[in-house]
DNA sequence: GACCATTGAGTTGTGCACAACTTAATTGTG
DNA sequence: CACAATTAAGTTGTGCACAACTCAATGGTC
């Protein structure tokens, strides 16, 4: 193989990153996946339903179109998912009385109870990355640096 | 707020933490495939399709056990993605003559023809993120540490 | 050679992500 | 006020990820 300029890849090059950024990416993202679920499953919990009672936990009652908001979620995604979580007694939706196609979700008292059992999944979390503090804050600010940059480009492309 | 030493992080910094990492890594794997799934549109793929693909492009014949390895998927997920690209006419199935028990996918001639015009894409995704290559590869780096470290806590805990 | 554990694919069932759509409430404008 | 555009949830359909399982082929081991 031979030697070129950092500053001119070729396309062997971008055909190698291709399955490594995104590839890799992908592979934590589920490497974390499969530890949530191992340590979220005493709680009967899903990530995914774990992000939505974080949030709830820190906030109270918070309207699904907030909710869509924080976790980049839409209706599609979150309309199932909460009726597992109210079906499973951990949260109450109501219509919002001024605005009546708002919907208001709420923890439960079993809702707000779990967050006791969940407090150490965090600190396991961040123990089983090896990362230290600074190590875990530089690759998020990289990392959402990279959404902002992805969402541009697919807004771009959507056009 | 209080100022801490950087090597005695509160509950609360674990907390907080804890709805970042994990959560920017999957906005970011998120956003990669949204810009994914605009660029394969025309070519009729999804990103874990182009992921089989590619593989193919490369090897040729490939059993369906080393895709797995390669792509860390399991035969849950990629029996019915394999159909869809056999129903596509993009690859083969064929039971191995020496182990039955082996399957050996293979692209066909519209399948092998599908690579030039996924030529493009590599580039595409490279020059949306806005990272040049030496970031990449550094962010590839830590993504891979992480997903090792992740692994090994999983096994752990799974005992 | 018979028996049993292991292996490779495949199937089933659950849950998430997302596009495209529907429905009802609200807002804005003539 | 009326009516069109917008907004918030929800529904439907497709595909992926994964656990738990089945089934047939293979490879020891006695």
Same mark, same amino acid.
């Given at each position: 193989?031979?030697?070129?300029?950092?500053?001119?890849?070729?396309?062997?090059?971008?055909?190698?990153?291709? $399955?490594? &950024?995104?590839?890799?990416?992908?592979?934590?993202?589920?490497?974390?996946?499969?530890?949530?679920?191992?340590?979220?499953?005493?709680?009967?919990?899903?990530?995914?339903?774990?992000?939505?009672?974080?949030?709830?936990?820190?906030?109270?009652?918070?309207?699904?179109?907030?909710?869509?908001?924080?976790?980049?979620?839409?209706? $599609?995604?979150?309309?199932?998912?909460?009726?597992?979580?109210?079906?499973?007694?951990?949260?109450?939706?109501?219509?919002?009385?001024?605005?009546?196609?708002?919907?208001? &979700?709420?923890?439960?008292?079993? $809702?707000?109870?779990?967050?006791?059992?969940?407090?150490?999944?965090?600190?396991? &979390?961040?123990?089983?990355?090896?990362?230290?503090?600074?190590? &875990?804050?530089?690759?998020?600010?990289?990392?959402?640096?990279?959404?902002?940059?992805?969402?541009?480009?697919?807004?771009?492309?959507?056009?």
């Amino acid at each position: 193989m031979t030697e070129r300029l950092a500053d001119t890849p070729s396309d062997q090059d971008f055909l190698r990153l291709d $399955g490594q &950024i995104c590839f890799s990416l992908n592979a934590a993202s589920r490497a974390f996946g499969s530890l949530y679920r191992v340590l979220l499953k005493d709680l009967g919990l899903t990530y995914p339903q774990y992000l939505v009672m974080l949030v709830l936990w820190e906030q109270g009652t918070v309207p699904v179109k907030e909710l869509g908001r924080s976790l980049r979620l839409d209706s $599609g995604t979150l309309s199932p998912l909460l009726k597992r979580l109210e079906a499973a007694g951990l949260v109450t939706r109501e219509r919002s009385a001024e605005d009546e196609r708002s919907v208001h &979700i709420s923890p439960t008292a079993a $809702g707000a109870a779990l967050r006791e059992r969940a407090a150490e999944v965090p600190r396991r &979390i961040a123990a089983a990355t090896g990362f230290g503090l600074a190590d &875990i804050v530089d690759l998020r600010a990289r990392l959402d640096r990279l959404t902002t940059a992805l969402d541009a480009a697919t807004a771009a492309e959507g056009v």
